[in-house]
C-alpha cells in the first residue's frame, strides 16, 4: 500500500505540475524565420496550453503572455530522436542515463520527444516489458516519448501481444536483432513471421542488421588470437557483416510484403544497399545516427583502452574518415530519411566489464544531446542541406513515419508547442565536461559545432530559456504511435495487387506417374 500511496503522490505532483505550466505557458514567439520541412516563411507564433494557436503577422495576442524576440533566429520543430535506450538493462548492467537525464539532455540539445525501445527478455511477456519501460519512463521523463517493442522471440503468443499492443498500447513499431546470438537474435523464418505480422497489423518492422552467426565466429576467432581489446569488437563485424544482413533483411520484407526500417545504418555498403532496394522501388527507410554522421572508428585503435571502448556500439563505427560524409550525401538526397542517435551510455566502470575480454563491453554511446548541432554542422553548415532538409531529418520525417503528424514534427496552427529557436551562426564545443548527460565521456569531445539551441519549448513550457535549463521530472507525456502511417502504408495494398501470385488455368497432365519406391 505503501507503494500505491507513493505512486499516487507522484501523479498528483504531476498533474499539479502539468496545470500550473499550462497556466504559464502564453508564449508570443515574435519576428522569428519559420521553417518546416516544406517551407520556411517569417511569421509571429501564439502559444497557449501547450498547443500552437495562431500562426501568422499582425496577430492578436491575449494579455499576460510571454514575449519571446526570435529576431535572425530560425524557428523549427524540436527535433524527434527515433532511436534511444535510456536505463537499459543491457550486457549485465543499465545504460547510465535514465529517462531523467536523458531527456533533459535531449532538451538542452533541442530534442522534444524520444522514442526508446522496450526490450523484453527472451520468454518475457512484451506487454509485461511494455509496462515496465512505462513505469520507469512516465516517472521520470522530462519530454514526450513514444516506445517501439523489440521482437526478442518469436510464438503465436508473441504475435498476439503484437496485436493487443498495436491496438490498445500506442505501439507500432517492432525491432528484430538479427545480431546478439542466443539473446536477442531471431532466425530468418522468425524475422519473416513478425515482419507478416507488422504487415497484418499495419506496423512499422524495424531491423538490427548485423548477421549475429558471423559475429560469434570470428570474435572467438579474434579472442583466440589473443586480441581482446576494443579493436577486436570493430573487426569481428566488418563493413560486410553488416551489408549482408542488411540486404537480408530487405529481402524478407519484400518477400513479406511489409515495409522496413533499417535502424542505426553505420557503413557506406549498407546504405547504399538501402539507396539501392528505395530505387526498385522497395519500401524501405535508414536511420542513420549522430555516431556515424558525426565521428568514425578509427578512436577503436587508440592507445587508450577507455577513449577505444567509448566508441564501442553494434554495428561499429567504421575505421574510414569517408563514412559520415557519404551517410551525410545519402540522408541530404532522401536515400536516407531520419535520424536516431541509439543513445546508450556507459560509464567507464561499466565498459570495464569487458577490460580483458572485448565481447563484454557493453554496447553503446551518447548522442542524444548532441544530434541537432551535429547535422546541422555537417549537413547544413557543410552546405549538403537547407534548413528544410534539417527539419525533415531531425523531426517531420519521423513524425509521419510513426504517424503523429502534424501533431509532431510542424509549426502549425494545432500542433504540439514543441519549438526550438535555433541558432545557426553560434558555435560551442562539446565536452562531457560540459554536457547534460549522466555518462562520463562523450564520443564528440572537442568537436566545435554550429547551430545552438537559445530557446526549446517542449509541450508550452520554455524549458531553455535564453541557454539556461530548467526541466521538470514527469512533465512529458507517453505519445502513442498509431498504426497505419500513410508515409509508410501509401502504397502496400497496392503494390502488393500488382504483386499477386498467378495461377495458369491448364488441363491436368493425364499420362503415366512413376512409381515410388516405398520408405522401409
Ligand atoms: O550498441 C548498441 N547499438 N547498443 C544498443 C542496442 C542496439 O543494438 O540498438
Ligand atoms: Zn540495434
Ligand atoms: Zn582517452
Ligand atoms: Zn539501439
Same mark, same amino acid.
Given at each position: ?135 520507469? &519512463? #512516465? ?5 514526450? /516519448?513514444?516506445? $517501439? *517493442? ?8 508473441? !504475435? %498476439? ?91 524478407? &520484407? #519484400? ?5 522496413? /526500417?533499417?535502424? $542505426? *545504418? ?8 538501402? !539507396? %539501392? ?92 544531446? #548532441? ?150
Amino acid at each position: 500500500h505503501y507503494e500505491v500511496f507513493i505512486l499516487w503522490l507522484l501523479e498528483v505532483r504531476s498533474a499539479v505540475v502539468k496545470s500550473v505550466r499550462s497556466a504559464q505557458s502564453r508564449i508570443f514567439i515574435k519576428n522569428g524565420h519559420i521553417v518546416n520541412d516544406d517551407q520556411s516563411f517569417h511569421a509571429d507564433i501564439y502559444i497557449e496550453d501547450g498547443v500552437i494557436k495562431q500562426v501568422g503577422t499582425n496577430l492578436v495576442i491575449p494579455g499576460g503572455a510571454r514575449t519571446i524576440d526570435a529576431r535572425g533566429k530560425l524557428v523549427m520543430p524540436g527535433g524527434i530522436d527515433t532511436h534511444t535506450h535510456m536505463q537499459m538493462p543491457f550486457m549485465g548492467t543499465v545504460a547510465i542515463d535514465d529517462f531523467y537525464s536523458g531527456t533533459k539532455a535531449a532538451l538542452a540539445g533541442g530534442t522534444t520527444m524520444i522514442i526508446d525501445f522496450v526490450i523484453p527478455q527472451r520468454g518475457e511477456s512484451l506487454l509485461d516489458a511494455y509496462e515496465k519501460w512505462r513505469g520507469w &519512463a #512516465d516517472a521520470k521523463v522530462c519530454c514526450d /516519448y513514444g516506445l $517501439h *517493442v523489440a521482437v526478442t522471440w518469436w510464438s503465436p503468443e508473441v !504475435a %498476439k501481444e503484437m496485436e493487443i499492443l498495436s491496438a490498445e498500447k500506442g505501439i507500432n513499431s517492432y525491432k528484430v536483432f538479427m545480431a546478439y546470438k542466443d539473446v536477442m537474435m531471431l532466425e530468418d523464418p522468425e524475422i519473416y513471421s513478425c515482419f507478416k505480422q507488422c504487415k497484418e497489423l499495419k506496423a512499422l518492422p524495424m531491423v538490427h542488421a548485423e548477421n549475429g552467426h558471423l559475429i560469434d565466429i570470428k570474435s572467438k576467432e579474434l579472442l583466440a588470437k589473443g586480441i581482446t581489446g576494443p579493436e577486436g569488437h570493430a573487426q569481428c563485424r566488418p563493413v560486410e557483416v553488416e551489408e549482408e544482413a542488411c540486404n537480408r533483411a530487405i529481402t524478407i &520484407a #519484400d518477400q513479406a510484403g511489409s515495409p522496413l /526500417y533499417v535502424v $542505426h *545504418v553505420m557503413s557506406k555498403p549498407a546504405a547504399n544497399i538501402i !539507396a %539501392k532496394a528505395r530505387k526498385e522501388g522497395k519500401i524501405v527507410f535508414g536511420e542513420p545516427v549522430a555516431a556515424s554522421l558525426g565521428t568514425d572508428g578509427s578512436h577503436h585503435y587508440n592507445k587508450c583502452w577507455r577513449h577505444a571502448a567509448g566508441h564501442v556500439m553494434g554495428p561499429p563505427l567504421r575505421n574510414d574518415p569517408s563514412t559520415p560524409g557519404h551517410l551525410m550525401d545519402l540522408l541530404a538526397n532522401n536515400d536516407l530519411q531520419v535520424t536516431g542517435t541509439d543513445n546508450c551510455t556507459f560509464n567507464a566502470d561499466q565498459k570495464a566489464l569487458g577490460k580483458d575480454d572485448f565481447t563484454k563491453i557493453p554496447n553503446g554511446v551518447n548522442g542524444v544531446e #548532441d544530434r541537432m548541432s551535429i547535422i546541422w554542422e555537417k549537413g547544413v553548415y557543410s552546405g549538403k542541406m537547407d534548413p528544410c532538409r534539417f527539419v525533415a531529418v531531425t523531426s517531420a520525417t519521423a513524425a509521419k513515419m510513426f504517424n503523429i503528424y502534424p501533431k509532431k514534427g510542424r509549426i502549425a496552427v494545432g500542433s504540439d508547442a514543441d519549438i526550438v529557436i535555433w541558432n545557426g551562426d553560434e558555435t560551442r564545443t562539446i565536452s562531457a565536461k560540459t554536457h547534460h548527460q549522466a555518462v562520463d565521456f562523450n564520443i564528440f569531445e572537442g568537436m566545435t559545432v554550429h547551430g545552438v539551441p537559445e530557446y526549446v519549448i517542449t509541450g508550452g513550457s520554455i524549458v531553455m530559456d535564453e541557454g539556461q535549463l530548467k526541466v521538470t521530472q514527469g512533465l512529458g507525456r507517453f505519445v502513442p504511435t498509431p498504426p497505419n502511417s500513410q508515409y509508410v502504408y501509401g502504397r502496400i495494398d497496392t503494390r502488393e495487387k500488382a504483386k499477386e501470385p498467378v495461377k495458369v488455368d491448364r488441363e491436368g497432365y493425364s499420362g503415366p506417374v512413376v512409381e515410388v519406391a516405398a520408405q522401409e
